[in-house]
């Protein structure tokens, strides 16, 4: 007998007025009853009641425990109800990852609306364009560009990722507007970093798609720096839509090339397989995928 179930038994008897009430109320003999109240007793070293042949009453020192059994009983029910609320309201911290583009200009837009939604969830956003380890970093999602090798994620797709190639107004004055991409080989292309890959910019037109070779005296591995370095006049850049649409639509930048189509990367909110779907969770995926879900 577990010493918790033994406590509810013994609540009941005082509450209940006797064994064979107690036995009634929960389903079993008066014997197991007094069984339940023997085992107390001896696992106290103390009587708990005094039994008579007609009535049972508590000791002063029972009269004490009851009182505690009987509080202790109710912080347990408590405990069970608030895990149980949990389980039906989103509530509690979510641990977020994001690229640092999509996640600083589009997803954090949003986030007011998502918390004003779900006022007892709290969000932890962590920016980083490295492929992050949801399981080993302690991430609940992350929202990944490019192709998911790994088959142990769960993957929602969303709107795919749209990069443009644009320069500043005073660039292009200076150093003329390229016409085709193979232009762009007589201009200082600045490059996002990303391993070693970061000289070659994909292009398709009626012919297919095809590779540039490109060059320039900037590289760097943060899209806010190449957005800054191109609005100084720095060089071209070849960055995700988000990040350049405000300077697009302010005359800041001037987008080029826009005959020629420029591949798209498939964009997801992933989970690890094995992650339970929570309240919480369930309510950020559902919320990301009704902004960002992929284009009807």
């Known amino acids: 007998m577990d010493r918790l179930g033994s406590m509810q038994i013994f609540v009941r008897v005082v509450e209940k007025g006797g064994f064979s009430a107690a036995a009634e109320d929960a389903g079993i003999s008066p014997t197991m009853v007094g069984k339940h109240v023997r085992q107390l007793e001896e696992h106290l070293g103390v009587r ?5 042949t007609r009535r049972q009453s508590l000791t002063e020192i029972g009269q004490l425990y009851f009182e505690r059994c009987k509080q202790a009983l109710l912080e347990i029910e408590a405990a069970d109800a608030s895990v149980k609320e949990m389980q039906l309201v989103p509530r509690g911290v979510l641990r977020v990852t994001a690229p640092v583009t999509f996640g600083a200009q589009v997803l ?9 939604q779900h006022p007892e969830v709290e969000l932890d956003l962590a920016l980083n364009d490295r492929v992050v380890d949801l399981v080993e970093e302690g991430y609940e999602v992350g929202i990944r560009v490019g192709a998911l090798p790994d ?3 769960i993957a929602r797709p969303l709107q795919p990722y749209r990069a443009l190639v644009c320069a500043a107004p005073d660039y292009l004055a200076r150093c003329g507007t390229p016409q085709t991409p193979h232009d762009l080989r007589d201009h200082n292309c600045m490059s996002f970093v990303y391993g070693n890959r970061y000289n070659r910019w994909s292009f398709a037109d009626a012919g297919g798609q095809f590779e540039v070779e490109v060059g320039g005296r900037f590289r760097v591995n943060n899209g806010m720096a190449l957005r800054t370095a191109a609005l100084h006049g720095l060089g071209i850049i070849m960055q ?5 649409r405000e300077d697009l639509a302010a005359g800041r930048l001037v987008r080029i090339l826009d005959n020629y189509a420029l591949p798209h990367k498939p964009m997801h909110i992933v989970i690890a397989s094995n992650r339970k779907m929570t309240p919480k969770l369930k309510s950020f995926v559902e919320f990301v995928v009704a902004r ?4 009807v």
């Open 48 to 52: 708990l009641l005094n039994r008579t």
């Open 108 to 116: 954090t837009a949003e986030v007011r609306t998502y918390l004003e």
């Open 151 to 153: 088959s142990s994620l």
């Open 240 to 244: 995700p839509e988000p990040l350049l």
């Open 292 to 295: 960002f879900g992929r284009d």
